[in-house]
T-cell receptor, first 114, second 110 residues
Framework: EAQVTQNPRYLITVTGKKLTVTCSQN?????MSWYRQDPGLGLRQIYY?????VTDKGDVPEGYKVSRKEKRNFPLILESPSPNQTSLYFC???WGTGVRNEQFFGPGTRLTVL | QKEVEQDPGPLSVPEGAIVSLNCTYS??????FMWYRQYSRKGPELLMY????GNKEDGRFTAQVDKSSKYISLFIRDSQPSDSATYLC??????????FGPGTRLSVLP
């Protein structure tokens, strides 16, 4: 089944404790993104990657890191999480940047930083 | 001003009603417009996309874009309880990333 998977689905952590949220897709997509979703603000892009070893900042990159060492994986790293990073995070992938290339979203990771 | 705005709702309608969901946008560079549906505890899924002014129909769903007024609409005919979800509109320009609205929560009551 074609899908985007994220782990963990739920995470409660404390300020300053490094964490990684994994994302994997099995559709051989080149383009992958991370979004955060907050009430009243919608989905905002954190980082994106157009291919292996190619990443760039989205609209809200502060406090986050990413890497793209393999085509299928795009982990999101929070080196020193803070309470304002409490949010619902989505990984997404698509074949390319054309409008007809549907963007597939993962199931989401709900992160709480105490 | 947010680039894409939506009334967050919640919007409650009886089963069988015609639903109208609306967005406004401010970025004149937007060429493509999308509607996503997001069920509770799930990721968004693409419902429809369009890249020109006018209407596009797909089953019970019709997407409408008016670029002159920067207004996007989604109509759902014969609404069903299974349509209960949050609906996100999004826009993008050539080569640009998606900009999403905050979403409208819809409840269709049996």
């Amino acid at each position: 089944e074609a899908q985007v998977t994220q782990n963990p689905r739920y995470l409660i952590t404390v300020t300053g404790k490094k964490l990684t949220v994994t994302c994997s897709q099995n559709m051989n997509h080149e383009y992958m993104s991370w979004y955060r979703q907050d009430p009243g603000l919608g989905l905002r892009q954190i980082y994106y990657s157009m291919n292996v070893e190619v990443t760039d900042k989205g609209d809200v990159p502060e406090g986050y890191k990413v890497s793209r060492k393999e085509k299928r994986n795009f982990p999101l790293i929070l080196e020193s999480p803070s309470p304002n990073q409490t949010s619902l995070y989505f990984c997404a992938s698509r074949w390319g940047t054309g409008v007809r290339n549907e963007q597939f979203f993962g199931p989401g990771t709900r992160l709480t930083v105490l | 001003q947010k680039e894409v705005e939506q009334d967050p709702g919640p919007l409650s309608v009886p089963e069988g009603a015609i639903v109208s969901l609306n967005c406004t946008y401010s970025n004149s560079a937007f060429q493509y417009f999308m509607w996503y549906r997001q069920y509770s505890r799930k990721g968004p899924e693409l419902l429809m996309y369009t890249y020109s002014s006018g209407n596009k129909e797909d089953g019970r769903f019709t997407a409408q874009v008016d670029k002159s007024s920067k207004y996007i609409s989604l109509f759902i005919r014969d609404s069903q309880p299974s349509d209960s979800a949050t609906y996100l509109c999004a826009g993008r320009g050539y080569g640009q990333n998606f900009v999403f609205g905050p979403g409208t929560r819809l409840s269709v009551l049996p």
